[in-house]
Each structure stands twice: as C-alpha cells, then as structure tokens.
C-alpha cells in the first residue's frame, strides 16, 4: 500500500500506541496536518511552539509513554528548543517532528529555513534529517526505540515538505536492532556481590534516589531494598515519588533547599547508595565536601554518569530495575541500627518550619493545603523559582509520576503547559500548577488552550510581585541591591486574565480564605487560576550557597 510521508508518520504513531500530540501549524508542515485532519489522534493545539515541547514533555513523566509534538519549519522549530533542552536534561523521552523547506532548498537560506538539526545537536539523543520517503517508517520506530530505551531522552526527525508528500510503500518495521546502540542490562554481578557487602559492612548508609528510579519504573524494588536493610532514602527533585516522602525512612529532599537532616544524613554517612541520580551540582554544593566519609555505590544505566562528578568505588552500570533487584538476591542488611536513631534524632531538632503571621499568607501553608485537600493522589507541576522549591519540601510525593517539575534546565513557564500535558494524559486526576506570577506570564497564553480543550488544571499562583528567587539571592548574597526583580508594578490581575481567556479567576489575600479557594477550585470541572497575594520577601529556607558545603545551611 503506497502512502505520502505525512500518512507514513501518522500510522507509525498509531502503530507506536500514540494517542495524544502537541503541536502547532505552519506553512511547511500542512501536509502533514492535513492528512491528521482524518485520523483519530488526539491533537492538542497549544499557543506557542515552546508549550508543545512542554507539554509532551510532561505528559511523558505523568504517563510513562513517549511525548511528541509537532511544529512548522524555522521559527516553529526554533521555538521549541527550550522544552527539548528541558527533556534532554531530565531524561525525558519525546519524539519531536518539525517541518523542513523541500530538500532542493536546503542550503539556500529559503523563507522560514532552519538547521534545527544542527541546532539541537547538544540536547537530543538523535536526530533525522529525512531524504528519502521509502526510509521514513524505519527512521519513525527508530527514533521511538531510542527515545524510550536506555537513558531516555529526546529525538527529532526533521521533515522535508516534499518528502512529506512523495510516496512510499508502508510497512512498519519489525522491532529495531541499531549498530553501536547498545542498552546495558545487568550490572557486572561480581560488582554486585562487593556492592552488597558493603551494605551489609556499612555502619550508617543513605540511599539517594533520583529520576532514573522513576524511568525504571523501580521505585517498589527500591522500597524493599530501603525496607529489607533498614536504609533512609533521600531524593533529588526529579526523583520525588520514587520512595513514598510520608515513609518513616524518607528524608525528603536533599541539597541547596533539601531538609537539614537530609542534608546532614549524606554528609555523615559511610555508604552513599545513588540509584538513578547524577550528582548534579544543585544537590552536591561544594564538591571535595560532598560526603566525604562515604563509600559511593553508583546505580545509573548511563555509563558516562558513572564518576563524572564524584567519586565511585562500586561502579554498576545497568537499569535500575533490574540492577536493585540483584542487589536484592545478595543483600547483606547493615547491622547498626544506632545510625536510625541518629537520623530520628536530626530529623525531630530539625523540621521544616516556617513562621505564620497575623493576615499574611504563607507561601508554604498553601502548599500543605494543596497536598492535604487532594491527599496526595493529584499531580503537581511546578513553574521554576522559589515556589518550585516550597513544592518540593512541603508538598510530600507518595507515588511516581505525580510530581513533575523542570529539573536540570530550571526552565520558568514549563509548569502551566506541563499541567495540559498530564492533565491531557490523566483526564480524571486533579492537577495543580503551582506558579510564581514570574514565571507563569512566561506562558500564560496556554490558558486558552485548557480553555479549548476542556482541561481542568488548577493554577495556584504565589503571587509575590517578584522574581522571588533572585531576588532572595540579591537580599542574601548581594547586599539587598533588588535589580530588576521587582515586578509587582505591569503584573496582571489574574483573576481578569483567567476570565479573559474563558477559565475561572479566584483570589485569597487572607489565610483563612486559602482552603476554601483550593475547595471550589477543585470542585469547578474548569481551568482555574487562583491569585494568593501571599508575604512578599519570604524566603525560602533551608539554603546552601552555591559551592558551600551541605552542612552550611542557612536559616530554616
């Protein structure tokens, strides 16, 4: 049966088991919409470019099923740069299609011409530039193969509009074997009897978790682990929901805003078991002082992660799953239970606090009433900022895949259309975005997009009239010199601005206004914006400064 490129693509996607794309129009990619005009994927029109990459970025982490989106050539393509940087540092597996001048114009600087290819080389794990329409099928299961296995990541297939409408046969390929492209299985088992007497040798271990645990979708085989050997579980941001955060072993997050007695835990202890994680800079602080007692146990699929900030003398390179459940046959449990009381001990000296005043709105009593109000079995995206990391300590994640915020690129407007992606992915959950009024004017046009298709994400917007974050940075570090942070003076009223869009306004500028706001905005089945006028110059504590040691926390 001959079929064009576009129809190519689109039974691919259908063979892949896609069932929802993010996009947006333009010239060089009409064929390809007008051939999706007649098939039965669900497309989702955002407003801009970037939110398609967002979106399908979350709702790959919400679903556990790639994401892909969608774009014209040039500016389209351009425009979603930022969400595939945003996967390809978080590990998140989207397939991106953009449109491409015809191949006779490439190379002549044609109207709306990009190298997207070229541009995206540093944040894809692949890219295609197609040529030829008969390779089209092979080059789309291809590209899913590698999206989703191994490390995830994201991959771009850049499509010419005359081979979107040239002609081919179609038969979807068998499964694909890739020269070179290898996905490690296993861990080498000698190294996981040695890793396992370690466990058993430590006298005070932590386990620090992180997005690969999620990815894997190892975090019950972790459970057991940290149950079965009595070990306390930090996580990094990305790896909220891979170990339960109401867990007698939790310790919540560690590094610049992680929990005191995390942060303690890590430094003191003799065995560091990172499962999933990469020693990012934003957990370690001040590198020759990170954990420095510690044996370092590194559990990671990607052998390039393996040494590359800290060192490790327990090197298992493999996935996640199948790794812990190795470790699980030839485990060896620690016999010190002294080192449970000491953590115990930290974690009753030092809570996270913060201090309620009379008519002033806490930024951290809104989260806690989100998480309360929904128990722990909605999904929350976040904006990037301040508000991301009072998400991140006092909203405490149960599951995986229910907390979903920009990690490695730190990229402020991903909440907003991140919430249309898992709302998009899970029609019946409860969805929250918790904003900062910065960060959600980055992409608020995606209000209308909700709006279009009926998706009930709530926003919670903690609405400080200021980048807060920076600004905490310049009040702490740079002598209370505010440039350029203050911008309580053009914000909108978000409440006129949700109801512009045709979704509901609500706002509470007093404490005791904060739960019942939350309960009728649950209870509306539409796109809602809460407004929180919440204390404009609170900070969020505890902070490690950059390259300090995690034992040198402020405040909190």
């Not at 064009?4 to 947006?24: L, P, R």
């Not at 709105?361 to 904006?383: A, R, S």
């Amino acid at each position: 049966m001959k079929l064009t490129g576009a129809e190519i693509i689109i039974k691919a996607f259908e063979h892949e088991g896609v069932d929802t794309i993010f996009g947006y129009p333009g010239g060089q990619i009409i064929p390809f919409y007008d051939k999706l005009y007649d098939s039965s994927i669900r497309h989702i029109l955002v407003r801009h470019e970037q939110c398609a990459a967002h979106a399908a970025d979350a709702y790959a982490r919400a679903t556990g099923k790639p994401g892909v989106c969608v774009s014209t050539s040039g500016p389209g393509a351009t425009n979603l740069v930022t969400g595939i940087a945003n996967a390809y540092m978080d590990s998140i597996p989207i397939v991106a299609i953009t449109g491409q001048v015809p191949t006779a114009k490439i190379g002549s600087d044609a109207f709306q011409e990009a190298d997207i290819t070229g541009i995206t080389l540093p944040v894809v794990k692949h890219s295609y530039l197609v040529r030829d329409v008969n390779k089209l099928a092979e080059i789309v299961r291809s590209a899913f193969h590698i999206a989703t296995t191994g490390r995830p990541g994201p991959v771009l297939i850049d499509l010419p509009n005359d081979v979107s409408q040239a002609t081919a046969e179609f038969a979807y390929p068998p499964p694909v074997t890739l020269r070179g492209y290898r996905v490690p299985q296993e861990a080498n088992l000698n190294l996981v009897r040695q890793a396992a007497r370690a466990i058993g040798e430590a006298r005070k271990p932590v386990i620090y978790a992180g997005g690969g645990v999620i990815s894997s979708g190892a975090s019950e085989t972790l459970r057991e682990l940290a149950e079965r050997a009595r070990i306390p579980v930090t996580n990094t941001l990305l790896g909220k929901g891979a170990f339960p955060e109401t867990h007698s072993l939790s310790l919540g997050m560690l590094g610049m805003h992680g929990t005191k007695y995390a942060n303690y835990a890590v430094s003191y202890c003799d065995l560091l078991i990172a499962v999933g994680a990469r020693f990012d800079d934003r957990i370690t602080g001040k590198l020759d002082a990170f954990a420095p007692h510690a044996r370092v146990i590194h559990i990671d699929i990607d052998p390039a992660e393996i040494g590359k900030n800290v060192r490790v003398h327990y090197p298992l390179v493999g996935d996640v799953q199948l790794v812990l459940k190795q470790l699980l046959q030839h485990l060896e449990a620690p016999q010190d239970q002294e080192w449970l009381s000491q953590v115990e001990q930290w974690k009753r000296e030092n809570p996270l606090v913060y201090t309620l005043e009379d008519g002033i709105i806490k930024p951290q009593y809104i989260i806690e009433q989100i998480w309360d109000l929904t128990g722990g079995q909605g999904i929350v995206t976040t904006e990037v900022g301040q508000h991301q990391m009072w998400a991140a300590q006092y909203y405490k994640a149960l599951s995986p895949r229910s907390f979903i915020s920009s990690g490695g690129l730190g990229t402020m407007g991903f909440g907003l259309p991140a919430a249309i992606g898992a709302q998009a992915g899970y029609p019946d959950k409860v969805v929250f975005d918790i904003a900062g009024d910065g960060s959600l004017q980055m992409n608020s046009q995606e209000l209308a997009t909700a709006v279009q298709y009926n998706l009930p994400v709530k926003v919670a917007v903690i609405n400080n009239g200021y980048l807060g974050m920076v600004r905490q940075w310049q009040e702490l570090m740079w002598n209370h010199r505010y440039s350029q942070t203050d911008i309580n003076v053009g914000t909108p009223d978000f409440v006129k601005l949700a109801e512009a869009y045709g979704a509901v306004g609500l706002r509470a500028t007093r404490p005791e206004e904060v739960r019942p706001v939350l309960e009728q905005a649950i209870a509306i089945p539409k796109p809602v914006v809460i407004d929180f006028a919440v204390a404009r110059e609170e900070n969020v504590f505890p902070f490690v400064p950059p390259g300090a040691p995690l034992t040198k926390m402020m405040g909190g």
